[in-house]
């Protein structure tokens, strides 16, 4: 029994403590639902390349890692986290941009 | 003297620290924008590039003002080398890869963000706060945020290699019942790592190590086992959720740093993605469950006795066909992009609207790999917007239109989705093509579509099939309609 209530007040400590970030959380859930509920199966395949780009934001946490890493492995592992984030990022918008230029040609015709 | 050293300090730290959490809303701000424009026609593009934007600015504000423990970030040089070498290969990558190969390229690109997730929390999990494990054992956010990651990140890593090479055609489907109980214990035991670990007490991070590994281990076999037995029509639903498991995984390093840009973008991702790939599904006429469990591919309708005779049709049949019908109506799938013939399309298009034919364009929201590719094929292709129908348009078209010309295509036309209800594809929305007055299908051969059944419309009487690969069938009955002129 004390045990479950110390469980119960580490969750509930955990929550306290990221109360923000929780919130944060939250509310964008609901904005991603909302921001393209409405989108045209024509857009379908650019908005999902579009939207891999945005989860190259990963990168960041690639940065923090490698710029506080201390031993030659860490330093490694790091870099080659940033060149993995980089690809997804840099590839994402770069090939989302190439499809979406297609449909721009047309409408200039 | 000191004090004021100090103050300064601190001012300048609060400085940094401002400028980085203002950088990071807008980046926020600019990633929303971003996606609500990605998601209508006219302001994709700049979309696209509010969101790139977003992303430059949290990359560099982070090179500039992070700090961790009172310490900027180290390794600048490296990391600059870093995202100088990512840049060069993810731009030489994305400009040089075929369009009809998007698909994979993004589950490729998709797998990178994915596995460098899964590196973030194997290498961070021996830094949690010495002071919350003394304070909780591993019972902490951290040591959850962090498995969490580990594993969303990898299972999203190799699922989306899977997916990759499923598409490019390098791995085949396999279906088997064994693999979903596989995967059900695979599931059961990442679930008990996790809480295995979170029960350990005070133990060194360093120690838990070996844990960690097979807990990677396991994790990325899981991603193997839950993409392998999906058949590959349907991979651009699973993409789509690997998507969204990814912004899930990087959400989880946004909690780790307490960062808010990697938390609002991860999870705007996580949750827009699910809600695509539902869309998806839906455009199917499917559940989520039924893809992921697979119910394609099962049932083979033998009714094939009943089904009649295949006619044929010669080339030059065809070509006074195209040419003397008044309305045509082209209906493409993945064989049309498979074959390259797009460009071919589109001069036989032009040629017979030369002749006075009215030329359209029937898209399923499903040809090609993924919802909107055939409508990028065909943009790449120069064929003008307003040729293309959607679903619904074409069909209340349909039985004015004088000749239906299917390339490449077969289970979005398949007439067994509306007729039979014991059909795996019973109730998916199709074009109805057997409404047409004439129909030409033109196939490689008589292999069965992804689902993998029957297709009544080729024994239809007025269908007729032209056998041969899309490109050149069309380049002949290109020169065919030359000719007569």
């Avoid at chain 1, 469980?7 to 609901?30: A, K």
């Avoid at chain 2, 990677?216 to 789509?240: C, E, K, Q, R, T």
């Avoid at chain 2, 493409?332 to 074959?339: D, E, Q």
Wanted: charged share 15%; with cysteine.
């Amino acid at each position: 029994m004390p045990y479950n209530l110390e469980l119960m007040e580490s969750i509930l400590e955990f929550i306290y403590l990221h109360r923000e970030i929780i919130f944060i959380l939250i509310l964008s859930v609901f904005l991603g639902v909302e921001v393209i509920s409405n989108v045209p199966s024509v857009l379908h395949t650019p908005l999902m390349s579009g939207a891999n780009a945005i989860h190259g934001v990963v990168i960041i946490g690639a940065i923090i890692v490698m710029g506080h890493a201390e031993t030659t492995l860490a330093l490694i592992l790091g870099f080659v986290a940033v060149v993995l984030g980089t690809l997804n990022v840099v590839g994402g918008f770069v090939v989302t941009d190439r499809m979406l230029s297609m449909f721009n040609k047309k409408q200039k015709q | 003297m000191d004090e004021v050293i100090k103050a300064e300090e601190l001012f300048s730290f609060t400085l940094g620290e401002s400028i980085l959490e203002i950088t990071y809303i807008i980046a926020s701000v600019l990633f929303i924008v971003g996606l609500k424009k990605l998601s209508h026609p006219d302001t994709a593009r700049r979309g696209n590039i509010w969101a790139a934007t977003g992303m430059a600015l949290a990359i560099v504000s982070t090179l500039v003002f992070h700090k961790q423990d009172g310490e900027h970030i180290h390794n600048i040089g490296w990391i600059v080398a870093a995202i100088a070498t990512g840049t060069l290969i993810g731009t030489l990558i994305a400009r040089r890869v075929q369009m009809t190969a998007m698909p994979q390229l993004v589950s490729f690109f998709n797998g990178m963000g994915g596995a460098a997730a899964a590196l973030i929390s194997l290498m961070e999990f021996p830094h949690i706060s010495p002071d919350l494990i003394r304070a909780h054992g591993m019972f902490n956010g951290q040591v959850l945020v962090i498995l969490l990651g580990l594993m969303i990140g990898s299972v999203s890593f190799s699922g989306s290699m899977i997916a990759y090479g499923k598409l490019d055609g390098k791995i085949s489907d396999i279906r088997s019942g064994l693999l979903r109980i596989v995967n059900m214990a695979l599931l059961v035991l990442l679930v008990a790592f996790i809480v295995y670990i979170m029960s350990l007490g005070a133990v060194e991070p360093a120690s838990v190590m070996p844990l960690l590994y097979a807990f990677l281990a396991i994790s990325l076999l899981y991603g193997i086992s839950f993409v392998m037995p999906i058949g590959g029509a349907d991979m651009p639903v699973v993409i789509s959720l690997l998507n969204s498991f990814t912004g899930v995984a990087a959400a989880m390093g946004g909690f780790l740093y307490n960062n808010q840009v990697m938390l609002t973008g991860g999870i705007l991702v996580g949750s827009a993605g699910t809600i695509l790939t539902i869309l998806m599904c839906k455009a199917m006429n499917r559940s989520l469950s039924n893809v992921i469990l697979g119910a394609f591919g099962g049932s083979k309708a033998d009714d094939s006795g009943e089904a009649g005779q295949i006619k044929e049709i010669g080339i030059s049949d065809a070509a006074v066909l195209l040419n003397y019908s008044p309305k045509v109506l082209i209906i493409p799938g993945y064989g049309l992009a498979v074959a390259q013939a797009q460009m071919l399309t589109r001069e036989v298009d032009h040629k017979l609207g030369q002749n006075g034919v009215e030329v359209h364009y029937a898209i399923h929201p499903v040809a090609g790999r993924m919802p909107g590719h055939m409508n990028v094929l065909l943009a790449e292709a120069d064929i003008p917007y307003d040729k293309l129908l959607e679903s619904e348009e074409a069909n209340e078209q349909m039985q004015d239109v004088d000749l239906a010309v299917v390339i490449g295509a077969n289970d979005v036309v398949n007439p067994a989705a509306e007729e039979d209800p014991s059909s795996p594809i019973a109730g998916m929305p199709i074009l109805q093509a057997y409404k047409a007055k004439n129909i030409i299908v033109m196939k490689r051969g008589m292999g069965l579509g992804y689902a993998g059944i029957e297709n009544k419309l080729f024994y239809n009487d007025k269908t007729r099939m032209l056998f041969g690969n899309a490109k050149e069938s069309l380049q002949q009955v290109l020169n065919e309609i030359k000719n007569m002129d």
